[in-house]
């Protein structure tokens, strides 16, 4: 059963075209992840699905019910944890999370057994006490999650939910979310960290300009452009010549030219090196920098749309 269905549904800002007739299905269950660069559009896709922005065209249902005719079911189902901290500097961390308890009816007991739930799998309730103003950037991140959940969701919205957090911290909210998956927890997040929707996201959407350009696992994405290594080389030189050369080889599997180098893979790419650097000679280009490694959600968005995601 479908949990989240999009219908080309658009929002345009002016001239600016925001969110390009997006169709998306999430299924119940799943963690869908959105992955683009900044001001791809994912964001306000996700304020659509959240009644917090109107669509300008088409439409969207969460759990059935009508994003524009329905907004106060859904916002009794979700959770949403939004990029921006929304939270009360001068109550501690536990009372910001009792008071959303509050605001969605739960009882006392039921609101301090969670709550207490939370803080301790965020790494939190040490500090639970302490105004939050003293918390650091990444604890109020992982706050924001605990608030988005506290009153226990059918469905959720993560919108860069790691994103500013220090590696260990990415961890302890990575492992709460594979928790949330056990529980068969219906979520989109939206990340522009490319190892984030390959370990986490059953599915994956790549959104760009506002249009989604490419969906499925993070799996079968990746062999969409080729098994095999992947190799960056730093190559001053006509890119375009060497582009056709290296296109000759059975082993090469794709080139792309994103500013200033190219992007190679190759089967069994480490053993080429040799013969992959001579071409690029010979094109009388100049090789600088050689990097080897496995195909990642990075590479297929460079297939896309020839550019890095950051660009």
Not at 187 to 208: G, P, R
Request: proline share 2%; glycine share 10%; charged share 30%.
């Amino acid at each position: 059963m479908l949990a989240i269905e999009t219908v080309n549904i658009t929002k345009k800002f002016g001239d600016l075209v925001a969110v390009d007739h997006v169709n998306l299905k999430v299924e119940e269950g799943e963690l869908v992840g959105l992955l683009g660069p900044n001001g791809a559009g994912k964001t306000t896709t996700i304020r659509m699905l959240c009644c917090l922005l109107t669509p300008t065209e088409g439409t969207g249902r969460v759990d059935g019910y009508d994003v524009q005719k329905e907004a106060a079911e859904i916002r009794k189902i979700i959770g949403v944890c939004p990029q921006e901290t929304t939270m009360y500097d001068r109550l501690t961390g536990r009372e910001n999370v009792e008071l959303i308890g509050k605001m969605h009816g739960m009882s006392k007991t039921e609101l301090k057994k969670r709550s207490e739930s939370l803080l301790e799998k965020m790494e939190l309730l040490q500090r639970a006490d302490e105004q939050i103003r003293n918390y650091s950037g990444g604890m109020k991140r992982r706050l924001d999650i605990i608030m988005s959940l506290v009153h226990n969701p059918k469905i959720l919205f993560l919108d860069e939910p790691t994103l500013g957090l220090d590696p260990a911290a990415r961890r302890v909210v990575w492992d709460f979310i594979e928790e949330l998956k056990k529980e068969r927890k219906t979520m989109i997040l939206t990340t522009h960290y490319m190892d984030e929707a390959d370990v986490l996201c059953d599915q994956v959407a790549v959104i760009d300009y506002g249009k989604i350009i490419a969906e499925d696992t993070p799996e079968q994405l990746k062999e969409k452009i080729g098994a095999g290594d992947v190799i960056e080389i730093d190559f001053t030189g006509d890119t375009t010549a060497a582009t056709k050369s290296l296109e000759k080889f059975k082993f090469v599997r794709k080139v792309s030219k994103v500013q200033g180098h190219l992007v190679i893979v190759a089967e069994a790419g480490v053993t080429k090196l040799g013969e992959i650097t001579t071409t690029l000679h010979n094109c009388g280009g100049s090789v600088g920098k050689i990097a080897v490694r496995q195909n990642t959600l990075e590479d297929v968005f460079i297939h896309l749309t020839g550019r890095k995601l950051g660009e």
